[in-house]
C-alpha cells in the first residue's frame, strides 16, 4: 500500500508528541483543513508542506478530508527527460479550462524543488495564469523515493482532490520504478516519447509500455516520427493484450500546439472505458 510509509511515520509521529503538543497539532490541521475545504489556496499550500516535511498526522488528515474524496481524475505523463511533458500539460490545461474544469498540475522534479521544479512551474503558470485561475500548480522533490515519485505525491493527490480540482495532471521523469508508482496513482498514463531520442524503442522495451494508456509521440514536427510511430504500434501489437482497451499512439508538437485536442478526446475515451468497464480506482483513505 502506497500509503504505509506515511501512515508509519505519522503514528511514530504521534508517538513523540506529548498530548499538548498532539492537541495543538489537531487543532491547527482542523483550521487548515477547514481553510483548504472553503478554497483558500494557502491553507492547501500549507497542508502539502507539511505532508512534504513529515511533520502531518496523515492518517488524521485523512480522516478529515476522507468524504471529500473520489472526483479528481488524474492523468499521469511520464517519458525521458525533455520529451516535451511540461509543454504538453501547458496546453492539456488549456483544453481543460475551456470545458469548465478546475485543474491541478504536480511536476515531480527528480532534483530540488528550487531550481528545476520552480522554474518548471513557472514556465506552465505564465502562460495558464490569463485563465482566470482555476489552476493549481506544484512541483514536488523526489526526496530519493522510488526514483522518480514523491513519496508524499498519493496524499497530495488527494488533497487537491479534496480542494476541488476535476483534472489533475502530474508530471514525472520516466525512470526506473517511477512508472509503476505513477501507474497506481493515475487513472490515465501517458507515456511520451520522441523521435529525436534514438532510444525510444528501448525506453518502451524496458517496461514503459506495460504501464501506458496511451502513447504520445511528441516533437512530431522532426524527422522521423512516422518511423516510430510505426514501431509502437509494431511493439504493441507483440504485446500481450491485459485488457480491452486499445493502446492509442497519438502524435502532437506540443510546442506548436498541434494535436493537443486529439489527445484529449482519447484521454476522455480511456475515462469513460474505465467507467464503463468499472475499473476505474477508487481513490479513498
Ligand atoms: N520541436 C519541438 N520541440 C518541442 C515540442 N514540444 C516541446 N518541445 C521543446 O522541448 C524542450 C523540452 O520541453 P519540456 O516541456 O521542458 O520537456 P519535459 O519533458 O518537461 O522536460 P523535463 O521536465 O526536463 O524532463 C523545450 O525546449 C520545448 O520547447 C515539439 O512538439 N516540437
Ligand atoms: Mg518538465
Given amino acids: 500500500m502506497a500509503l504505509v510509509p506515511k501512515l508509519m511515520k505519522s503514528l511514530s509521529l504521534l508517538d513523540q508528541m506529548s498530548s499538548e503538543k498532539t492537541v495543538k497539532h489537531s487543532w491547527h490541521l482542523k483550521q487548515l483543513v477547514e481553510g483548504m475545504l472553503s478554497g483558500e489556496v494557502g491553507s492547501l499550500s500549507q497542508l ?5 516535511n513529515n511533520e502531518c498526522n496523515v492518517a488524521e488528515l485523512l480522516k478529515m478530508i476522507e468524504s471529500y474524496l473520489g472526483k ?30 478546475n485543474v491541478g498540475v504536480l511536476a515531480v522534479d527528480p532534483s530540488s524543488v528550487i531550481s528545476g521544479g520552480a522554474v518548471l512551474g513557472d514556465r506552465i503558470r505564465m502562460q495558464s495564469s490569463s485563465l482566470n485561475g482555476g489552476v493549481f500548480i506544484r512541483s514536488m522533490a523526489t526526496r530519493g523515493y ?20 476535476d483534472i489533475i495532471f502530474i508530471e514525472t521523469v520516466g525512470v526506473g520504478q517511477t512508472e509503476v508508482y505513477i501507474k497506481r496513482i493515475a487513472d490515465t498514463t501517458l507515456v511520451m516519447l520522441t523521435p529525436e531520442a534514438g532510444d525510444s524503442i528501448q525506453f ?9 494508456d496511451m502513447i504520445v509521440v511528441n516533437k512530431a514536427d522532426r524527422i522521423g516520427a512516422d518511423c516510430l510511430v510505426s514501431e509502437i504500434v509494431e511493439a504493441l501489437s507483440l504485446q500481450e493484450q491485459k485488457s480491452q482497451w486499445q493502446v492509442p499512439v497519438v502524435t502532437t508538437q506540443a510546442v506548436n500546439n498541434l494535436g493537443i485536442n486529439e489527445l484529449y478526446e482519447e484521454i476522455v475515451k480511456h475515462q469513460e472505458f474505465l467507467k464503463s468497464s468499472q475499473l476505474r480506482k ?3 483513505f
Fill in 72 to 101: 479528481a481524475y488524474c492523468v499521469g505523463l511520464t517519458g525521458p527527460p525533455g520529451v516535451g511533458k511540461s509543454t504538453l500539460i501547458d496546453k492539456l490545461i488549456v483544453v481543460a479550462r475551456k470545458r469548465g474544469l
Fill in 204 to 212: 518502451l522495451k524496458a517496461g514503459l509500455i506495460e504501464i501506458a
Fill in 146 to 165: 522510488y526514483g522518480g515519485v514523491s513519496e508524499s505525491l498519493d496524499i497530495v493527490v488527494r488533497l487537491l482532490d479534496a480542494f476541488g480540482k
Fill in 282 to 284: 477508487e481513490r479513498k
Fill in 48 to 52: 502539502i508542506n507539511l505532508v512534504e
